[in-house]
């Protein structure tokens, strides 16, 4: 309501304001922005998640390979194993469990945000610039 209009008179309309929307065009560059940025954070996750599994993958591996170096190759090694050794064996056992719930855990993250860009791709197809 108009500050300058008595209470109880009509509102008045001023004609000489008209509704506008936008440009097409600045709408597109809105909506590319907007969904750039969504996009953008996906990517950012995606890369943050393959580069720690790649890390931890190699982590891994390397307490895998010491674990069968503490292990030695003589067949019955373990009825003569050093309990230091055993327990170090069993330190690496733990280790790789914990590595391996953690990789499965980040390989189900990136089949997560895999499929949100799919569909977002889908959707948003030349959208994004």
Do not use: C, H, W
Request: hydrophobic residues 35%; proline residues 2%.
């Amino acid at each position: 309501m108009n500050s300058l209009a008595k209470p109880g008179t009509p509102r008045r309309f001023d004609m000489a304001r008209t509704f506008k929307v936008r440009s097409a065009e600045r709408d597109s560059q809105t909506d590319s922005e907007r969904l750039g940025l969504i996009s953008a954070a996906v990517e950012a996750a995606v890369a943050s998640i393959r580069k720690e599994r790649d890390a931890l993958r190699a982590r891994v591996d390397a307490a895998r390979d010491q674990a069968a170096f503490a292990t030695g190759t003589d067949y019955d090694e373990y009825l003569t194993r050093d309990p230091k050794d055993a327990s170090r064996i069993k330190e690496y056992e733990q280790q790789m469990a914990t590595g391996e719930k953690r990789t499965q855990e980040l390989e189900r993250q990136l089949d997560g945000l895999g499929a949100i860009q799919e569909i977002f791709s889908r959707y948003f197809a030349g959208k994004v610039q």
